[in-house]
């Protein structure tokens, strides 16, 4: 196997281990059945109308959430290296999605087939406790981001975001993350400069 896609089932198998001890059994079915595959900047890995069948879990690069309001672009969450991706919503109902799923950058990327996962569960027992923990974990995300969606005010909202995902104020390109707070690019840029001085 080549090297990055070694790197990037050992980064996988790190990051599930952090949630709950990741079995022999579950190691060596995620060696096989992930995928690993580069997407350029602005790819759609998911669409309108589109199911979800897949498990993204970023090796390297940047990936957003949004849905169109005429010809505006919301952003409803943005994920980085090390994190877990998919319409959860999607793989619960089997509903086609109302979201797009985009790359902000360059990404290399695994993927993992729903059906696989099903099959994981049934082999091995102890992956679903693993599942039940990545998935407090990102319920517990949601949450926050529902919470900032309703702070009363720009600054709040920046403030928030600021202490509860850093690293993507750090890293997301303005406009996004002006999106993802329901503010003007301009004033997510005053806030910025403010909290910096």
């Not at 980064?11 to 079915?29: C, G, M, R, V």
């Not at 690993?36 to 602005?42: D, K, L």
């Not at 600054?155 to 993802?180: C, D, G, R, T, W």
């Amino acid at each position: 196997m080549p090297e990055a896609y070694q790197n990037a089932i050992s980064a996988l198998l790190e990051t599930l281990n952090q949630f709950h001890p990741i079995s022999k059994t579950a190691s060596d079915f995620l060696r096989k059945h992930c995928r690993f595959q580069h997407f350029s900047r602005g790819h759609h890995l998911l669409q309108p109308g589109e199911i979800c069948k897949t498990y993204y879990f970023i090796y390297e690069g940047m990936i957003r959430c949004y849905f169109k309001d005429g010809d505006r672009e919301i952003t409803t969450w943005v994920s980085s290296a090390g994190e877990m991706v998919t319409s959860i919503h999607g793989m619960n109902t089997k509903a086609p999605s109302i979201d797009f799923i985009q790359t902000l950058s360059r990404c290399s990327l695994l993927l993992l087939d729903a059906a696989d996962v099903d099959v994981l569960y049934k082999i091995d027992p102890t992956y679903n406790l693993t599942a039940r923990k990545l998935l407090e974990h990102y319920y517990s995300d949601a949450e926050i981001r529902s919470l900032i969606a309703r702070m009363p005010s720009a600054e709040m909202k920046y403030k928030l975001l600021s202490q509860k995902f850093p690293h993507l104020v750090n890293s997301v390109p303005q406009k996004y993350i002006a999106s993802y707070l329901g503010i003007r690019q301009e004033t997510l840029s005053r806030l910025i400069t403010s909290n910096e001085n």
